[in-house]
């Protein structure tokens, strides 16, 4: 057998190539990230380095009752001609002496304080003829009440007038209390909670559904023949319009009638009893599945019928809400809040309807279409279903391509129907047609699977921008404040939760799947009895890390102008504020331990 | 009756797991299928209900060809087709009771099971099986919460929740200890002599074979290598089955 080892000249060499190239590599990295370790020595950076340091050492939570003693020294910056006007100092009380008594811009100067109150504090100010105060340092008193410093005069234009050094001595005097920061720290961090816990709501609940379309184990079983893919497509935009146009339509009703309280009554009376008819002659309690043309055109009327009722109702409500949350925030006073609660359910309420009544619309048509086209490829023969799926395939190709037309032409602006409408249409046609000929027409084709990764791609398109971009676009739409930020934070969590939801998903234990499925229960059976009990628990647990995610990211957020504590942080540190910036990271890392500790507590319980 | 004819199982990866495989059984009739581990047959089984898509052959039941129903026939179909599992596959999270109730999905209205409404027939239904298989007083406990034979007597009432025409039981006892395998097959052959359910069970061990089945068929490498009664298995005929090296034990 031959050694196949390298001979040791050879490694030798490639480890010293290692070893170079390694060393060319970091000296490039130092090179680029201005790596310089003389900054670091630099007595002026160290000095600044110093007081910032000892200013985030005191956050600006508590103050005290302070009572103030400011003594003035008239001082001349420069000196003026001739014989420097003599001073007068009052040494009955606190004074101040500078010596000397009068010198030039950047001159060393010391001040002494005498009989000032001992053991007190406070800074010592060159008062400028315009009032404005340059602080040359702090003293301490000691137990005489005498306090010495040097100091360097600013760099001022010369005035001929006297202008002044001013000490003031601070002391404390009755207990501490919350500081005017301290307080508007509070309300910030209340603030990013209840950012955090909105965004993680409303993002989990639009996640949990979302999810199971990402979850490989579930979709790849999903596949249907071409028919019926082509019918499932054309139904969906079709569903769209026609739900949200009507629903519109509902709208504008219900609006009509408001004001009227007998009518509004009345209105949500009728639609309560189509919805109960409806549902009475539909819903039997054992489900024929083979029931005749007949009773499934009842069937299908009564869910018109509920679905109709069930929007009107919606409507009523909304306006309801609007109207009720309106006298509520006038009538509750301190609850106004309440009040705003109802009117922005209300509000959401009525702008959901159209929206869900579009969707449910959708889907409906949507998997009506699906089960026309598998019903038709089941019982034609292979020549006729190819010759339907020609048609139907050509028609969703043609509508798909269309509708990315329509938005490629939204974003860019391209304004022109042929190359926005027709090529498209033409060319989805055209493949449609390809696909009919290329597979069998009775073939099911992967479509859980593409769906499955549409879904994720859009969760992978969605989660790389983060959300401190999303921040900014939102801001643009919404306004600069915590709503904008919520959003944002929202959508985020729904494509990472809906990401890491899905995988859960995908690593149930597929037995109970399989005997689920076995009773023949339809799909919707089997993942509400076999699959939704086994994902609860990590559900929950991601769910909680999640809002843990949230409130630390809620904290940046505000830096785009998405609310909460970061806008008052990063205020703070552009004003120079350490103290009030310190307040700020503060409660920040109060607010996650403590977020830490109890999400874990929570976990533990339902896990 | 039922009539299996011709059927070909190919996993992706031409794993061939069925091989021409044809039988009959009769209504009524409690069929052993035998075997190697890995011999096909779970997949024979599952053919049969359809959780496994035969890749060629018919599965002829009251003259319908199961292996050829449309998905909406397929469903209505295996609610008459009641299934017992090795590892029992009960959502370990769920009541028992839970457990049992979803043997009735394929009766129930989907929507109102979605919202966990169940009749009250269903529910005395659901009592009265639990009683029968001697679990009812553990129907509000959560499935992992039970031993091992406990958890198949659930797997056995969720089966007869679907009021089955046909039992599957795909090497119910392989999990269990000897007293509790006989006390399980105990309550199949119940199933079989006083509802008259076809009952169609694989088993690993022969002395079971011999005491509950009817008829025996024997798998070797998908291929049918067997068919007939229980006592004509001879120590020839377990070789062709089981390998030349097999001993026979028990």
Known sequence: MRNLRKKPVVR????????FLVVVVYAFGFSVTDVNFETTRDEVRLTQLTRILRALAHPDVIEFEQIEQDVDVPFHLPCPQGSAPPINVDTSGA???VTPACAGPKDTVTIEGFKFLPNT????????????????????????GYFSITSDLPNRQPIEEAQAIRATARQNVGGPRISRTGKLVFDKIVETVFLALLATTFGAILAVPLSFLAAQNLMSEIR???????????????????????????????ESILGDTAFIAGGVVLSALAIGLASISTVPRVMERFSGISAKLVRGFGYVLAGLATIAISYLVAYTMLLVGDALVDTLGPLGFLGNFVFQLGDSLRMLTPASAALIAGGTLGSLGGRVGQQASDRLDSRTVRIINLAVAALAGAALFALIGAAIDWLYQILDLTRTFVIPAILGAIGGALLTLRVDPRQPLPMGYW?????????NGIRSVEPLVLVIVFVVWLGIGPFAGAVALALHTVAALGKLFSEQVESIALGPLEAVRATGANRAQVIKFAVVPQIVPPYISFLMYRWDINVRFSTIIGFAGGGGIGFLLQQNIRLLDYRAASAAMLAIAIVVA????????????FV | MLEVKNLTKIYPGNVLALDNVSFTVESGEFLAVIGLSGSGKSTL??????LVEPTEGQVIWNGVDIAQASQDELLHIRRKIGMVFQHFNLVNRSKVVTNVLSGRLGYVNSALSLINRFSREDMEMAMAQMERVGIADQANKRADELSGGQQQRVGIARAMMQEPEIMLADEPVASLDPVLAHSI??????????????VICSLHFLDLVHRYAHRAIALNEGVLMFDGPPKAIDDARFKEIYGQEAKRVG
């Open chain 1, 12 to 19: 030798w060499l490639i480890i010293v190539g290692v070893i």
């Open chain 2, 185 to 198: 097959m105990s309550h199949l052959e119940d199933i079989n002599q006083d509802d008259g359910v076809m």
């Open chain 1, 224 to 254: 249907s023949p071409l028919t019926s893919i082509s019918l499932t497509l054309l139904g969906w935009p079709i569903g769209v319009a026609l739900g949200g146009a009507i629903a519109i339509q509902i709208g504008r009703l219900a």
């Open chain 1, 121 to 144: 504090s406070g800074p010592v100010n060159f008062i400028a003829q315009s009032g404005a105060k340059l602080q040359l340092g702090s003293f301490e008193t000691d137990s005489r």
């Open chain 1, 594 to 605: 403590s977020m830490d500790y109890t999400s874990s507590a929570i976990r533990r319980r």
């Open chain 1, 451 to 459: 769906v499955y990764f549409v879904t994720r791609t859009v969760f």
């Open chain 1, 95 to 97: 004074y101040v002496v």
């Open chain 2, 45 to 50: 089984l599952r053919c049969i209900n359809r």
